[in-house]
């Protein structure tokens, strides 16, 4: 039996956060100055897809962080509401570091683009928080906190990805995984309690992808758009096949993507804490240099 692993009655396993890892919010003034242009190994596309999702954090976490809260009164496990603290901590430091790298994608070059995918989000989020119940919010939260900690568990179990990044880029996407992954389970735990609805919690995750997806998609190539990368067609060609090709960012994530949609899903049930260890230590080494 994993360390994640409780049995409770009756006859169903219940998942627990590893004890080897705990949630806790690191402070982190990352010096964003002169990144190159495309930080993520040279590939505009990979570079303008984290930029894009990067626009999304600010108000995003803020939003996961509100839904939480809003149910925080209703949990009577102590543990539980520890690693609440810790998740609230932790995504209003993400929201604090985002910003200011999106402030420096403003400098960059980008302020129209990366202006109007803050704006756009900004309506996104509200439009959610006036037409969503409180639980489906948390619901959608849970969803999000999936997607967020597979592209973490991506970035991190594989090298070749983080290792492309210039070093000074590193130490903020390291950063903020390794803290996703550590909190995976806070929002989906705290909406099996209040709830546990299948339904809500697969349907969010479904609908979650489809603006998701969207919003990257529009905004990813509002900033190709910008650089005029079209002019590039083979850069293009092979920012998109490290993004989309059989081997890429997003298509191998897409199994551990499905699994939120199996009834007895829990984030634990993939153990993926060894990864962190590795990720401090390297973040240790970075920050320095
Ligand atoms: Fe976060
Ligand atoms: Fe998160």
């Keep these: 039996m994993s360390t994640a692993t409780v049995l409770s009655w009756p006859f169903k396993k219940r998942y627990r956060k590893p004890e080897n890892i705990q949630i806790t919010p690191r402070r982190m003034d990352f010096p964003f ?13 990979m570079t303008h897809f984290l930029n894009a999702l990067s626009l999304t954090f600010p108000d995003g976490e803020r939003f996961f962080v509100n839904s939480v809260r809003a149910f925080r009164e ?21 929201s604090l570091e985002h910003q200011s790298f999106n402030e420096l994608l403003m400098q960059m070059g980008y302020e129209q683009e990366a202006s109007s995918g803050i704006k756009f989000a900004k ?9 969503l119940s409180p639980k489906q919010q948390l619901a ?25 990044m210039r070093p000074e880029v590193r130490v903020l996407w390291l950063w903020h995984a390794i803290e996703e992954i550590e909190h995976k389970a806070v929002a989906f735990d705290v909406f099996e309690q209040v709830s546990g609805d ?11 992808t489809i603006y998701l997806a969207a919003y990257t998609s529009r ?30 960012f997003v298509t191998t994530s897409i199994p551990s993507y499905l699994s939120f949609y199996r009834p007895n899903f829990h984030p634990w049930q993939h153990d993926n804490s060894a990864l962190i260890a590795a990720a401090k230590q390297e973040l240790e080494q970075l920050s320095h240099e």
């Design 198 to 208: 299948y339904k809500m919690r697969t349907r969010s995750l479904f609908y979650a």
């Design 140 to 164: 959608a939260t849970a969803a999000l906190e999936h997607i967020t900690a597979i592209l973490a568990h991506r970035l991190l179990s594989n090298p070749k990805w983080s290792q492309k």
């Design 123 to 131: 309506q996104m989020l509200a439009r959610g928080q006036r037409l």
């Design 33 to 45: 100055a002169n990144i190159e242009r495309y930080w993520f190994g040279g590939d505009p596309v």
């Design 74 to 94: 209703h949990i009577t496990d102590p543990k539980l509401q520890k690693e609440i603290s810790g998740f609230i901590g932790q995504e209003a430091m993400h």
């Design 219 to 248: 905004y990813t190539w509002a900033f190709l758009k910008k650089d005029k990368a079209y002019r590039r067609p083979i850069a293009l060609t092979k920012g998109f096949w490290n993004l989309l090709g059989p081997r890429g």
